[in-house]
């Protein structure tokens, strides 16, 4: 083999494994993204004390069931190459999760779109917290859907054994994940207490007002 036929070869393979570290590194930005949205409205909640009511909550456990999809390629790109089926599962998961809960959001939105209803809790640059997520949950869709269509490129192969970078991000990555869904889990159970049911518009942690 020639020189010049040798750097031929070499360059496709170099950049096949910089679009698969970028893939996976985009799975990454969007399970924090996802834990993102879910901070910020942590900020509303314990911040402002402005408590999320069942439709809020809902629209949480879809991020996180959106987020898992993406984790699912970290956490198998740890072990070794991800399969084509894998990878595709990873943002199937994503973007049925994120379509549902757009419709949970969009419900909302629906709820409190005509004057004179001011919306649900706060708002953030003039729009409530549930707009937000309707926006949220859209762009995701549109972000896994195009995973999908460049999944050739984006699928990790041996990105993450050949990169320590990644290796140590995904053990934040999932923890960081891990955190948000064991965290809203307790602030479910502190909001509802030990009702079978949540009210509507909460006006505190039920937890509390039941113990004391």
């Not at 496709?12 to 993102?36: D, E, I, K, Q, T």
């Not at 629906?110 to 708002?123: Q, R, T």
């Not at 549109?142 to 050739?152: I, K, P, Q, T």
């Amino acid at each position: 083999m020639t020189t010049a036929t040798a750097t031929s070869v070499a360059r496709p393979a170099s950049a096949a494994r910089l679009s698969n570290r970028l893939g996976l590194w985009f799975a990454h930005a969007y399970v924090l993204g996802m834990c993102a949205t879910i901070g910020g409205a942590y900020v509303f909640q314990f911040g402002m004390w402005e408590y999320p009511c069942p439709m809020c909550l809902l629209q949480r456990m879809f991020m996180l069931l959106s987020a898992i999809g993406p984790a699912m390629i970290i956490a198998r790109s740890r072990k070794g190459p991800v399969s084509a089926a894998e990878f595709a599962s990873g943002w199937g998961v994503a973007i049925v999760s994120a379509l549902i809960g757009s419709t949970v959001s969009g419900a909302q939105v629906l709820m409190h779109i005509v004057p004179p209803d001011p919306g649900y809790a706060g708002a953030l640059f003039g729009l409530h917290l549930y707009t937000w997520a309707a926006v949220t949950f859209l762009t995701a869709v549109l972000a896994a859907g195009v995973n999908l269509v460049l999944a050739r490129d984006a699928q990790p192969l041996d990105a993450a054994q050949t990169s320590p970078a990644l290796r140590r991000a995904a053990t934040v990555t999932l923890a960081v994940l891990a955190f948000f869904a064991v965290s809203n889990l307790v602030a479910c159970f502190l909001l509802q207490g030990f009702h079978w049911q949540m009210p509507g518009d909460p006006t505190g942690y039920r937890f509390f007002t039941d113990l004391f």
